[in-house]
DNA sequence: TAATATTAGTTCAAGTTTGAACTAATTGTC
DNA sequence: GACAATTAGTTCAAACTTGAACTAATATTA
């Protein structure tokens, strides 16, 4: 029974910081979404639709609209993959990259109060802990799909 | 930096468990929402929308549209409070009751593999550290509004 | 106790997300 | 190499969520 309620908090964990987050995203001028796609595009290289949808958990038409959303913004690029004539690949240009650094390093000086306020240990600890996590529910989902 | 890390992975956590839950929860009829609702009410004696709307953390305005779903299908009952003529109080009716208990224990067994995975020690830290970050992030709001 | 501020809940338009159906390209198999 | 099965990305309608404006009731205060 305390699995539920480990899960509630877990929860609760995330739409606080969620709510908190993207009340801070909305003044930047960007959705949570496309915080997001951006964020995650400028941390690596180019990718695929596929790979991006994975990596946010994103479905693909959501994704379509958002990667439209920045089209129209300038702050990326899609360009036909040359390996295979379905895909695409995204990139962020320039003003794409420069926007990237800009809200990322606003987001976390907005959140370094609340970071300062865990210490390494506790970090450690909290990331072996979601670690854990994640490895059990990629275990649940692959037994659920047998 | 680990701190984002933490958050990252945090996110990760609640949106591979949300995904697995939602998709289930829609197979018994509901949305997410309506599920948070008939939970939230299903251990806890009835409340107020505002109430309601700060356990879920939803906005009042969903609330009402996600009330309203329930009401039609004869889940809720919303009877006006006594001591304040502006509000309202909302409880399940039977039939909510019995949804309540139905699609609870269903879910439950549906991710019993999941939480079996998880020793009870684990579990425990799991809340500990759980009621730890809600701690933080209250603390950074509250400095925040200021 | 009258005027003002706050709070409860609703409404509604705009924006976001989902999921299913679709097109086009690639991979696998015989 | 042709045919079926899979995969990449898009489209679109329906559903969901948000936030601001609104009505009505209660608290505050002077």
Redesign the interface.
């Known amino acids: 029974m305390?699995?539920?309620?480990?899960?509630r908090?877990?929860?609760?964990?995330?739409?606080?910081?969620?709510?908190?987050g993207s009340k801070y995203i909305r003044t930047l001028g960007f959705t949570s979404g496309q915080f997001d796609v951006i964020v995650t595009l400028g941390n690596q290289p180019p990718m695929s639709c596929s790979e991006l949808a994975e990596k946010t958990?994103m479905v693909k038409g959501n994704l379509t609209v958002i990667l439209d959303g920045l089209l129209k913004k300038g702050l990326i690029n899609k360009t036909p993959n040359p390996i295979d004539g379905r895909g695409i690949i995204v990139s962020l240009t320039e003003k794409g990259e420069e926007t990237f650094v800009r809200i990322f390093n606003a987001h976390?000086a907005y959140?370094e109060?609340?970071?300062k306020?865990?210490s390494?240990e506790?970090?450690?600890?909290?990331?072996n802990?979601?670690?854990?996590?994640?490895r059990?529910?990629d275990?649940?989902?692959r037994?659920?799909r047998k």
């Not at 908090?9 to 908190?20: D, N, P």
């Not at 506790?122 to 990331?127: G, K, M, S, V």
């Open positions: 305390s699995f539920l309620k480990m899960v908090k877990l929860v609760t964990s995330y739409q606080s910081l969620e709510k908190l958990l976390l959140l109060p609340l970071a306020s865990f390494d506790e970090l450690t600890e909290l990331i802990n979601f670690d854990s996590i994640l059990k529910i275990n649940f989902n037994l659920d």
